[in-house]
């Protein structure tokens, strides 16, 4: 619970060379310890949303999730 409470978890970067290490080692298998570096682990996760090749939010999607607000505050 505490790396949720960190302040600027998504917003602060780390070293690019560590990030590529610990993505390729996601990529093969292999297990991966971050040492309690929530950093880390939040650019990881950005990175690999960022890469994929279609949002979580589909695209097909778009235009009922922008309506979505809309409808609850009505």
């Excluded at 780390?14 to 590529?20: D, E, N, Q």
């Amino acid at each position: 619970m505490a790396a949720l409470e960190t302040e600027g978890l998504f917003r602060r970067s780390t070293r690019i060379t560590l990030v590529k290490d610990m993505r390729n080692m996601c990529n093969s298998g292999q297990q991966v310890d971050f040492q309690g570096d929530v950093h880390l682990a939040a650019v990881l996760l950005k990175t690999f949303l960022r890469e994929l090749e279609e949002p979580l939010l589909t695209f097909d999607l778009y235009d009922e999730i922008t309506q979505f607000q809309s409808e609850c505050t009505d």
